[in-house]
């Protein structure tokens, strides 16, 4: 029988397709920008098998940066730097702490749910990561928390950023795959906010064995009047999350649409309340620029990258491959979180969805797995790679900010990846859980 399904691999791949893979495996290790190793793996891959005219190399590239829907990056990307610069994001600290601060261990829960408030609007885990690591890091230090947990927590709380929606990383799976970015959004909204949960109940169990931090326990009026107090000053700053969510969900506005409204208004608020000053705009603009400067080349070059893989059959000689070795489905998706997991431990994850999303998907399809399920379990899949090494994107943010040494960050956040890679399982085994919002025609 394996015999047979291995005869079934009629497509062959050479050097046209080796070669380009260990020039890409080369460039990365020697730390060329991830943009131009794809673009040169790209390019070999043309020249060597031929697949396409190198004359249409350009006009590829223009392609697959040419979609409306890839607007709202640069847009929800200002919104964060904005939330930040004015200030606005300490609202958002000021009323979890009010939420948390009647139990014991409140301030390590209000960090990590003020990162979920941060990713309902930025929709980047390593703007995230900086910015509540430098509102929260030096509290949870002097509340009780060694330091390298306290950032192993926010590094932790941060990866809500790709996996709460809004989300860059959906609307860049969406475009890869032609599916709606607002499909994505719908679906993301329960595995986000399990995967935030997740995250949560592994702090105040971590804090409840080790007893890290002290107080809560105050009375029911106590809390509510200081609740009251932090909404009271800091309403404001939820007009911002509450117009990106009605918008979005209700079909109003699209995500585009959604993160320019987000912007302007946050520009307003900022200028309302005197923390904006027009000679604040260069270094915001600059600020976006640089983090869309290393996401749009990637997207760019992925298209023709894509075009040669798929002329020369990489994604069905993978199928073959993998079922050949196995047809049952439960084992099928575990080897997909795998790739995805070990993908994410070694690169950032817009390049993972450019390069393995087209070649998994119709792996996905081959087990009848829902393609929106297959998105959200590969997004949160990568999302755990934000806080794994070697790289751990949001290990090195919080470790640039705090000076502490990245290895004790990822030892102190091992517990965190465990009950992360719990959700994944649930989200990859479990559909619903990716479907209850959507319309009939996606289920």
């Given amino acids: 029988m394996l015999w047979q399904q291995l005869q079934q691999q009629t ?39 031929g697949a396409l005219p190198l004359s249409l190399v350009g006009e590829s590239l223009f392609h697959g940066i040419d979609h409306f829907a890839l607007t709202a990056v640069p847009l929800f990307i200002l919104t964060g730097d904005v939330l930040v610069r004015t200030g606005l994001s300490r609202k958002f600290l000021d009323v979890a702490e009010a939420l948390t601060c009647w139990a014991k261990g409140g301030f390590g829960s209000a960090t990590v749910l003020v990162c979920g408030m941060f990713s309902a609007i930025s929709g980047s885990d390593a703007a995230g990561a900086a910015a509540v690591g430098r509102m929260t890091i030096e509290r949870l230090v002097e509340s009780g928390y060694p330091r390298p947990y306290a950032c192993a927590l926010v590094a932790a709380g941060a990866c809500t950023g790709i996996l709460i929606p809004p989300s860059i990383a959906y609307i860049i799976i969406g475009l890869v795959l032609g599916i709606s970015a ?55 700053a939820f007009i911002v999350p509450g117009v990106i969510f009605y918008g979005i969900f209700s079909g109003r506005l699209t995500p585009t649409e959604a993160g320019a409204v987000a912007v302007m208004i946050t520009i307003g608020m900022g200028f309302l309340l005197g923390t904006l000053k027009l000679s604040d705009f260069p270094a915001m603009l600059v600020s976006s620029a640089k983090v869309n400067g290393v996401i749009v080349p990637i997207i760019a070059f992925s298209l023709p990258l894509a075009q040669a893989l798929a002329i020369l059959g990489v994604p069905q000689g993978f199928v073959y491959a993998v079922t050949s070795l196995t047809s049952e489905p439960a084992l099928v998706i575990l080897l997909m979180i795998g790739i995805l997991i070990a993908a994410g431990c070694v690169m950032e994850t817009t390049p993972n969805i450019v390069i393995l999303a087209p070649i998994l998907k119709p792996l996905a399809d081959n087990i009848g797995m829902n393609e929106i399920q297959f998105c959200i379990m590969m997004i949160t899949a990568l999302g755990v790679g934000f806080i794994t090494p070697p790289l751990g994107l949001n290990l090195f943010v919080v470790s640039g900010l705090t000076g502490e040494s990245i290895l004790k960050i990822a030892a102190r956040a091992v517990p965190f990846v465990f009950f992360m890679l719990l959700v994944t399982l649930l989200i990859a085994y479990v559909p619903t859980l990716s479907t209850t919002f959507l319309p009939d025609i996606y289920k």
Wanted: without cysteine; charged residues 5%; proline residues 3%.
């Fill in 11 to 49: 497509v062959e791949l050479g050097w046209s397709f080796y070669g380009p893979v260990l020039i890409f495996v080369g460039l990365i290790a020697l730390a060329v920008p991830v943009w131009a190793a794809i673009g040169s793996a790209a390019i070999a891959m043309l020249m060597i098998s």
């Fill in 182 to 236: 607002s499909t994505l959004f719908l679906a993301a909204l329960i595995p986000g906010i399990a995967i935030l949960l997740s995250i949560l109940v592994t702090n105040i169990v971590m804090n409840r064995i080790y007893a890290y931090e002290g107080g809560g326990l105050m009375t029911f009026g106590e809390w509510a009047a200081n609740l009251g107090k932090a909404l009271k000053s800091g309403w404001y």
